[in-house]
């Protein structure tokens, strides 16, 4: 069975703070696609990255970087230099990559970004 | 192309009653899907069409809901007889195979 786990159900920072964000997931498949989305008080799902379980290369795209750890099947998080409009609910995802039908979700992280 | 498209954005129903969502995916994407979510938790798998089949059904999507994707476009969400506990979000998603999957607005429903 898949199952994704943020142990974080919410966390407050102060502006210009890092923070990580974890994430936990489990899987019996051996190919596997792992995701980041942020939903804003708006309530749209915004895509932020997916990574394939044959690429654990650390991946940077300005503020935001993932640490993908294979070994602890773990998938985290990090935003530098947090800003207010970060502030959001963050969720981990699964999907197995042959199959590429349903992503499973985990609980989400409230993410609170105090100016 | 404006992303994915979900009608109505709101929608408060007494129960018992039908309600219909609709989803206008991003065009040429060849999947969609449906989620659902309450408060507090993350989407909840529902169901998915590749083109216009239904490929799978998750055991949260009752006899009383159903959906179809004519023609491979747009899809609909049918809850007949809605209970209380329907009141959720529904989310609809499309992706071209094997791409990231990009989320609608999502419908949000109540039912008093």
């Known amino acids: 069975a898949q199952k994704v786990t943020q142990a974080q159900t919410e966390i407050s920072v102060v502006e210009k703070e890092d923070v990580t964000l974890d994430c936990v997931y489990e899987?019996?498949?051996?190919?596997?696609?792992l995701f980041w989305y942020k939903q804003p008080p708006s309530g749209e799902l915004v895509f932020l990255i997916r990574?394939?379980?044959?690429?654990?290369q650390n991946e940077i795209s300005g503020r935001y970087s993932w640490n993908f750890q294979k070994s602890t099947s773990s998938f985290n998080f990090t935003i530098t230099a947090s800003q207010v409009v970060d502030s959001a609910v963050y969720f981990c995802?699964?999907?197995?990559?042959?199959?590429?039908?349903?992503?499973?979700f985990g609980k989400g992280t409230r993410l609170h970004i105090l100016p | 192309d404006t992303g994915v498209s979900q009608n109505p954005r709101h929608k408060i129903t007494k129960r018992g009653q039908n309600v219909t969502f609709r989803c206008d995916p991003i065009?040429?994407?060849?999947?969609l899907y449906w989620y659902r979510q309450t408060l507090g938790q993350g989407p909840e798998f529902l169901t998915y069409?590749?083109?216009?089949?239904?490929?799978?059904k998750s055991r949260l999507l009752s006899d009383r809901f159903s959906a179809e994707r004519p023609k491979g476009s747009f899809s609909t969400l049918e809850i007949q007889r809605t209970e209380q506990g329907d009141s959720a979000m529904y989310l609809c998603?499309?992706?071209?195979?094997?791409?990231?999957?990009?989320f609608g607005q999502g419908t949000r429903l109540t039912v008093v």
């Open positions: 998603a499309s992706s071209y195979t094997n791409t990231e999957a990009f």
């Open positions: 899987t019996r498949d051996t190919t596997y696609y």
């Open positions: 990574r394939n379980s044959f690429d654990e």
């Open positions: 995802a699964l999907s197995d990559m042959n199959r590429d039908d349903k992503i499973i």
């Open positions: 065009s040429e994407h060849n999947r």
């Open positions: 069409f590749q083109n216009e089949a239904q490929l799978e």
